[in-house]
């Protein structure tokens, strides 16, 4: 019920704005003019690969009209550069560019904004109010525009750059059991949509588990005997980026399979080290523990398979 | 027949998806050409500019070297065994002025881990790809099995073997193992292509066709006899992602179809029983494998922006699981009979709908609200029937129904952000989610969630950033164990990931920057879950970690990293052996140390640079139990990882470069479920024997790489 008020009262508030639309705000007052000669003018002071490398990019290539070289050259991202080209008095500091100045943002929603006005479909479309914007970042956070090599986009050097601040994930990619991120197999981009999407942990997929079941298909189902856990919710077991333990697992067997399950028999009995090798080994703690004979745990669609063993 | 489903779902689903339509039907703007005013840019001739005609082409080949084989060394890389491999890569991008472009990208040639992929279009316009990515996963070392067949879906055991009711009788057990090495491969082809048409349409198509084959290990049992097989593995799982899309200045809708579907070419396994059969005929036993399934969903997507105040986007997903797999028998034991079932294949059917809303209202520069409306409905129309089940290959069991589990969740989330004069934004949020599940132990479930933020800018130097939060998890409905369920659940047990819950959570970091060249960042994380209600299953967790970050890059051509890393893990749960109230606990402890610290100086000596690399991970787990007895303890499980490599590239000549590295791994690892756990130790186990493993490998290449462009 609560929602449905909360939905109507959106839709209320939308559609008293679809009316009377504010007029974008003229992001543009007294900007300085712009330089007389375009690329040429910058090209006078700036070279080097570091500059030029923009000119193996796409970025560079006149005959698209939808790049900045088709347009205003330099000045289509930098801003119109008159005062940062023009004359000095003697003393006076020059001027940064309007913006991606070597020094860094000065205004990072103006910075994104240029960008996202060209860069503003598909994947893109959910940047405003997603977590990456929040924190601050802009486009040149991740990307390397002035090079042909960026090394986001590429699935073996991705990670490392997602890495300068997700030091946890980092770590983890580290741990014994991880996904092929380290070994350049995988990329954070196979799963996650860092320019933002509408469901937690910018995922690539609506949720969660259709993330997860997009490479794993056959733990996807539906089965005959379902695992309520294993429908429900793949994190309930597993961890994304890394464990300590095999198959990405939260925790071990039987201990994690004891957070759910306390049927009488073994499923209840605590498992001590008395029953490691040397004392009196058991089939329900050595080896896959609980999986040596349920093994289906994420579902069978074998007939007499409802506890989960065939 | 009885097909069971959630109660029809709420008006505000119906709502979002009329927003969604709604969406479309906004002011037509043509689309801004960049951001800034245009230029008269008659005069601008671009002379200075070098040719944009842009060709850059290079192929490496070379050679490298292993110095000792080891399955997890080579896992995902390609490199397990020892000796010699050959290098090849090759990278070629070639545009033209009129933006035609082509690309053609190879790594690993010489390895299984192999990746090509190909590009061609015209920019702006249209583009087609070919991807190719082999990925080899060894998934234990040291394994071995009496089984004749191992990786193929029948498994038979030695013409002279004698079976016993233990490990330790079976004569023939030892005298009969071979090594084998469970390994599954994982082959990807994709094929791609996209158009554009006058910046407003988008069309692209995205083709994926995985294949996975190999062997794996799988328990299989009879009553409290189990054994492991190495099973073969032979999957296709094919996908597309078909995207139509239309875009105007001010809003944009996306329409997609995502399909997937899987098909395994090995449906069982059939393996003969090594231990003495517990019944009539049960010397050979059937394990399902998973059933072929395919999904098929339509996605709404889009976004409206009638003005600065106000952004909105949404998503609506409609899709639908099938799964029509013929049944095995109940059993292959002959002896059994003829054990009817009420249909042939399952036509297993899941309908799904999620959707997701946000409206993003700003009304000035330093305030913004968001508020999001999200749905997911796993509806499960799977037929109920009352199945009769053979235990074990045994004996016929009690009948019993299929439970088709469906859920429905649904949430809302505000969140504001306030920017303050200072430097400084202060943020609040709050959420609330209601989860109803069917033929589970609680039929709803809500979660509250209220988080604040305060990120600061203390100087221009220092960036503080601290956010703490209170998630409470609650019952709607009382918490009952199932009655249909023989033998039942202990009564004061609670599910974990149903149970009532209380979890505090804090995360704060800091960003210095003393130089424009130098970081050092610090963050903490911490969580504590607090299942209040629980007297049997997991009580508590907590998750805390710390890290340092450093990087640093002093001159254009040197550039420096280090980091330093700890996890630790702590659950604490309670157990009945005697199906009555709590008589033991379980604490589980994880806790990981990783470090690293990288340096590269380019130009070290005209034409050469240098580098370093090095990486170390200890993770430590303890497990303690405490019951009634005074219990023995388990050893610790241990992995350590330490990897140092070194790499230099000297530019011999303009077209020629020398690539050179040079590294060692270390790992060594000690797991008390899997050492010293031979074929034979468990005396109702045939284990693989599978050991934890260790290695200390030495690796080293040596390339050309030749620039022809």
């Not at chain 2, 080891?70 to 995902?76: C, E, L, M, N």
């Amino acid at each position: 019920m609560v929602y449905a008020k909360a939905t109507t009262a959106l839709v209320v508030l939308v559609a008293l704005l679809t009316g009377g639309a504010l007029a974008q705000t003229d992001v543009h007052e007294a900007l300085p003019a712009f330089s007389d000669q375009g690329a040429d003018t910058c090209l006078r002071c700036h070279s080097g690969d570091t500059v030029e490398g923009i000119f193996s990019t796409p970025h560079a290539v006149a005959s698209d009209p939808g790049t900045p070289f088709a347009q205003q050259q330099c000045e289509s991202c930098h801003g119109p550069g008159g005062d940062h080209a023009g004359r000095l008095r003697p003393g006076q500091e020059r001027p940064a560019p309007l913006a991606f100045a070597h020094q860094g943002s000065v205004n990072r929603e103006q910075e994104v904004a240029i960008c996202l006005s060209c860069h503003q479909s598909q994947e893109r479309n959910h940047w405003q109010g997603s977590v990456h914007e929040r924190q601050g970042l802009t486009c040149t956070s991740c990307h390397s525009v002035h090079t042909p090599h960026d090394p986001v986009m590429n699935r073996q050097e991705q990670a490392s750059v997602c890495f300068d601040c997700h030091t946890r994930e980092r770590a983890q990619s580290l741990q014994a059991s991880a996904h092929p991120m380290r070994q350049g197999q995988m990329a954070c981009t196979e799963c996650h949509q860092p320019h933002g999407t509408l469901n937690d942990a910018m995922l690539v997929r609506g949720t969660l588990n259709e993330t997860c079941l997009e490479c794993h298909a056959e733990k996807r189902g539906p089965f005959l005997w379902e695992h309520a856990p294993a429908a429900e919710d793949c994190a309930s077991c597993h961890v994304p980026h890394g464990s300590n333990h095999a198959s990405l697992l939260r925790r071990r067997a039987p201990l994690l399979c004891q957070e759910c399950h306390s049927r009488a028999g073994h499923p209840s009995i605590a498992q001590t080290g008395e029953r490691l090798p040397e004392g009196r080994p058991s089939a329900a703690l050595l080896g896959g523990s609980c999986t040596n004979c349920h093994s289906q745990v994420h579902g069978s669609n074998h007939p007499s398979g409802r506890n989960l063993s065939r | 027949m009885e097909t069971v489903c959630l109660p029809h779902r709420p008006a505000h689903v119906w709502v979002t998806g009329c927003f969604m339509v709604a969406m479309s039907l906004g002011n037509q703007d043509s689309r801004a050409q960049g951001y800034w005013p245009t230029a008269d840019t008659a005069e601008w001739a671009c002379r200075l500019c070098p040719e944009q005609s842009q060709r850059d082409g290079r192929v490496t080949a070379g050679v490298g070297h292993v110095s000792d084989s080891s399955a997890k060394f080579g896992d995902y890389t390609g490199l397990d065994e020892s000796g010699p491999y050959w290098l090849g890569e090759l990278e070629v991008r070639t545009r033209n002025e009129q933006g035609t472009y082509a690309e053609a990208q190879a790594k690993n040639l010489g390895l299984d881990s192999r990746q090509v992929r190909l590009l061609y279009g015209e920019q702006g316009r249209y583009d087609i790809g070919f991807e190719y990515q082999q990925i080899p996963h060894f998934v234990a070392e040291q394994a071995r099995t009496p089984f004749l067949g191992a990786g193929t879906q029948v498994l038979t055991l030695p013409a002279n073997w004698e079976r016993a009711s233990t490990t330790q009788g079976m004569s023939q057990l030892n005298p009969s193992l071979k090594r084998f090495f469970p390994t599954l491969e994982r082959e990807t082809y994709g094929l791609n292509a996209g158009a554009r048409r006058n910046d407003r349409w988008d069309y692209s198509v995205d083709f994926r066709r995985t294949e996975q084959q190999g062997t794996r290990l799988q328990g299989a049992s009879f009553l409290n006899t189990a054994v492991v097989l190495p099973i073969g593995v032979d999957r296709v799982t094919e996908r597309m992602d078909a995207r139509l899309s239309y875009r105007e200045d001010r809003w944009y809708l996306q329409a997609a179809y995502h399909g997937s579907q899987f098909d395994n070419n090995a449906d069982s396994v059939i393996w003969d029983n090594p231990f003495s059969p517990l019944a009539e005929g049960g010397d050979r036993g059937r394990l399902a494998q998973e059933p072929g399934n395919d999904f098929h969903q339509l996605v709404l997507s889009g976004r409206w922006q009638p003005g600065r105040l106000l952004q909105t986007s949404g998503r609506l997903a409609v899709g639908r699981l099938r799964q029509d797999e013929a049944f095995l028998p109940a059993t292959i034991n002959p002896w059994v009979g003829d054990v009817n079932q009420p249909a042939l294949s399952l036509d297993g059917r899941v309908d799904t709908l999620n959707g997701q809303v946000r409206a993003l209202i700003q009304p000035g520069s330093a305030l913004s609200v968001v508020a999001e409306l999200y749905y997911d409905d796993r509806d499960n129309r799977t037929p109920r029937l009352e199945f009769t089940p053979v235990r074990s290959d045994l004996a016929v069991a009690p009948t019993q129904f299929n439970r088709p589990y469906s859920f429905e969740r649904a949430g809302s989330k505000l969140r504001a952000d306030l920017k303050t004069g200072s430097g400084t934004t202060v943020s609040a949020g709050l959420s609330r989610e209601t989860m109803e599940r069917s033929f589970q132990e609680t039929e709803k479930t809500s979660t509250t969630d209220y988080w604040g933020e305060v990120r600061t800018a203390l100087t221009k130097m220092l960036d503080v950033r601290l956010k703490g939060g209170q998630e409470r998890r609650r019952f709607v409905e009382h918490y009952r164990p199932l009655d249909d369920l023989v033998p039942g659940e202990n009564p004061l047990l609670r599910r974990y990931h149903l149970g009532e819950r209380d979890r505090d959570q804090v995360r704060a970091s800091v960003n210095y920057l003393p130089r424009d060249w130098m970081t050092l960042s610090v963050s903490l994380d911490y969580a504590k879950d607090d299942y209040f209600n629980t007297r049997i299953g997991l009580t508590e967790a907590r998750d805390r970690s710390h890290s340092l970050d450093v990087s640093v890059r002093p001159t254009e051509n040197l550039s420096l990293y280090a980091f330093a890393t700890r996890q630790r893990i702590d659950s604490d749960q309670a157990g009945s052996d005697n199906f009555s109230t709590p008589d033991w606990t379980g604490h589980q402890q994880d806790q990981v140390d990783t470090f690293g610290v990288g340096i590269e100086r380019e130009a070290l000596l005209d034409g050469l640079d240098v580098g370093l690399d090095y990486g170390y991970s200890y993770g430590r787990g303890v497990i303690e139990m405490e019951t009634r007895a005074n219990a023995a303890p388990f050893p610790d499980l241990k992995t350590h990882l330490s990897r140092l490599e070194l790499f230099a590239r000297y530019q011999w000549s303009e077209p020629l470069s020398l690539g050179l590295s040079f590294g060692v791994e270390h790992y060594r690892s000690a797991d008390f479920f899997i050492d010293a756990v031979a074929p034979d130790t468990v005396a109702n186990l045939l284990a693989s024997g599978q050991q934890s493993p260790r290695y200390s490998v030495q690796f080293g290449q040596v390339s050309l790489t030749y620039q022809f462009w």
